[in-house]
C-alpha cells in the first residue's frame, strides 16, 4: 500500500520559513517524480514544484520560484520543500504527490501523478 505523508505545515509569520518534508513508503521511489501541489480555500489545487527520480532536474510555478527548493533522499524516500520568504498568498494546503510517468522529466500536470498525500496546513499571517 502506498502512503504518501507530509509534515513540517504550521503557522508562520510572512516573511519567514517553513520546511514540509513527504515520507514515501510502499513504492519503489527511486524510480518516481514527485511534485508537490497545493489549494487554497475556495481555489483549484495549483502545481509548486517538481523534481525528477534522480532529483537532477526541477521546475517551479513562477510564484514561488526563487523562494522555494525542491530536493529529495532517495536514500530516505523524502522529498522536501523548503519555502523562505512566505507571503500571506501562500496559505494552502500543501500536498506531496508521486508520478510514474513523469520519472525523468517533473511535471505540472496534476493527472499524470499517481498517488497523493493526505495534505498538510501552512497558514502565512500578515
Known amino acids: 500500500q502506498v502512503q504518501l505523508v507530509e509534515s513540517g505545515g504550521g503557522l508562520v509569520q510572512a516573511g519567514g520559513s517553513l520546511r514540509l518534508a513527504c515520507a514515501a513508503s510502499?513504492?519503489?521511489?527511486?524510480?518516481?517524480?514527485m511534485g508537490w501541489f497545493r489549494q487554497a480555500p475556495g481555489k483549484e489545487r495549483e502545481f509548486v514544484s517538481g523534481?525528477?527520480?534522480?532529483?537532477?532536474?526541477?521546475v517551479y510555478a513562477d510564484s514561488v520560484k526563487g523562494r522555494y527548493t525542491i530536493s529529495r533522499d532517495n536514500t530516505k524516500n523524502m522529498v522536501y520543500l523548503q519555502m523562505n520568504s512566505l507571503k500571506p498568498e501562500d496559505t494552502a494546503v500543501f500536498y506531496c504527490?508521486?508520478?510514474?510517468?513523469?520519472?525523468?522529466?517533473?511535471?505540472?500536470?496534476?493527472?499524470?501523478?499517481?498517488?497523493w498525500g493526505q495534505g498538510t496546513q501552512v497558514t502565512v499571517s500578515s
Open positions: 510502499g513504492l519503489t521511489f527511486y524510480i518516481y517524480g
Open positions: 523534481i525528477s527520480s534522480s532529483g537532477d532536474k526541477t
Open positions: 504527490a508521486a508520478s510514474r510517468n513523469s520519472w525523468n522529466t517533473p511535471t505540472s500536470h496534476a493527472s499524470r501523478y499517481d498517488y
